[in-house]
């Protein structure tokens, strides 16, 4: 992140500083352990060498200003009241806010912040990244300095409780925890995570960020739907176990997939299909991560292609646009895997490469998504990444 650029900005938007300071967050891919951490299963994760970054003054009252370089709008509250929803982009932030007054800790001064995405919206968490990044400065400015857990506890609080969104602990946790070149592995069911090391192998590989062209936020979509799909199928299946739970405390990692299997033929078709995914995503979730630490990136991918496949037939998250690019990318040589990020509901496919290949990759995606969807060529965009590490020490 170029910081002179955020600074540049900061000046354009609140004028000259001599005491501009900075903060970011990396965004996050996820090649397996796709729709399941709200179900409390595995996910595996790593950090990108691009993120969400700030730039920021602190002030001398509790009054904070943020501009949004991929938002329109100055918002302004103030860090000591108590903060509502207000149904637009910077509610994530002041979710935020809302979780550091909950916990206890007591802010007094506000920020004038930048904040700027280098990615477009969709798919790669941004909104956990635009939360860490700003829980990051805002503690800065308080004088104290947030726990890696804190980071990832209070950024999820801020989705659940403030926004609404019913996601798990998979897009916070992969941009604080993440090791560069590591595979993380973490059961969100009771956060132990591990990063594993790519295994010595001679083969490279490198990751494709596509942006279809179309952005949508999260909370617009069926995302809520889909997680209730979920706990539908894990209420009924304990309902014919003789098992009764409240319908907020049901989650399929609670269920014995044997169980399920039993009484999947005995509810709607949509549930049964939302928990076979749930069931098979953890088993190449398990595989994946052994081929991963033999340095296996050829049969990795595989199990991420697996994937895509899943949350098309069985989650069915994939928008056209989405599903049109995976179906273009998955029989593309010199892809090891790939599969949509995120929801699924328009953003960003995820596509593992052999770097040689990686010009004529990105030309046929180009000239192939121009054929099926030429309204958004010029919109579709192609990112190179690395991985990195997370914000954690």
């Not at 709008?73 to 509610?91: A, I, P, Y």
């Not at 309902?239 to 989650?251: A, P, R």
């Not at 179906?327 to 699924?344: A, C």
């Not at 998504?369 to 020490?393: R, W």
């Amino acid at each position: 992140m170029d910081k002179n650029f955020l600074k540049e900005h900061y000046i354009k938007h609140y004028g000259s500083c001599d005491d501009v300071l900075f903060s970011y967050c990396p965004y996050r891919i996820c090649p397996l352990g796709a729709h399941v951490d709200h179900q409390h299963g595995f996910v595996t994760g790593f950090a990108l060498n691009y993120g969400i970054g700030i730039s920021y003054s602190i002030n001398d009252d509790d009054l904070c200003q943020v501009v949004s370089h991929n938002f329109e709008k100055r918002k302004r509250f103030r860090v000591t009241e108590v903060l509502e929803q207000q149904n637009d982009w910077c509610d994530y932030i002041r979710g935020g806010v809302k979780a550091l007054q909950k916990h206890g800790y007591i802010l007094k001064y506000g920020i004038n912040a930048y904040i700027f995405g280098e990615l477009p919206v969709g798919g790669l968490s941004s909104s956990a990244a635009n939360i860490i990044s700003f829980l990051i400065a805002i503690s800065k400015a308080n004088g104290f300095k947030l726990s890696d857990q804190e980071l990832i506890d209070y950024a999820y609080e801020s989705e659940t409780e403030f926004v609404g969104m019913s996601i798990g602990k998979l897009d916070q946790s992969c941009e604080v925890l993440s090791k560069k070149n590591q595979l993380l592995l973490l059961d969100t069911n009771n956060g132990v995570y591990r990063t594993i090391p790519l295994g010595k192998t001679n083969t490279r590989y490198e990751f494709l960020i596509i942006h279809c062209g179309a952005e949508r936020l999260l909370a617009e979509s069926s995302y809520n739907i889909r997680v209730d799909e979920c706990k539908s199928a894990a209420f009924i299946t304990n309902s014919y176990l003789g098992i009764y739970k409240k319908f907020s405390d049901t989650f399929l990692r609670d269920l014995k997939y044997e169980d399920f299997l039993k009484f999947k033929d005995m509810m709607p078709v949509a549930f049964s299909k939302r928990a076979m995914h749930y069931y098979t995503e953890n088993e190449r979730v398990q595989k994946g991560a052994k081929f991963w630490a033999m340095g296996d990136i050829s049969s990795f991918g595989k199990m991420v292609s697996e994937s895509g496949k899943s949350s098309i037939e069985l989650y069915e998250a994939g928008s056209t646009l989405l599903v049109d690019l995976y179906n273009i990318i998955v029989k593309i040589k010199g892809v090891y895997g790939t599969r949509f990020m995120g929801g699924g509901f328009n953003g960003a496919c995820l596509a593992i490469i052999d770097p040689i290949y990686e010009s004529s990759i990105i030309e046929y995606i180009k000239a192939e998504y121009a054929k099926l969807h030429p309204e958004y060529k010029d919109n579709m965009q192609i990112f190179v990444c690395t991985s990195e590490d997370g914000v954690g020490e």
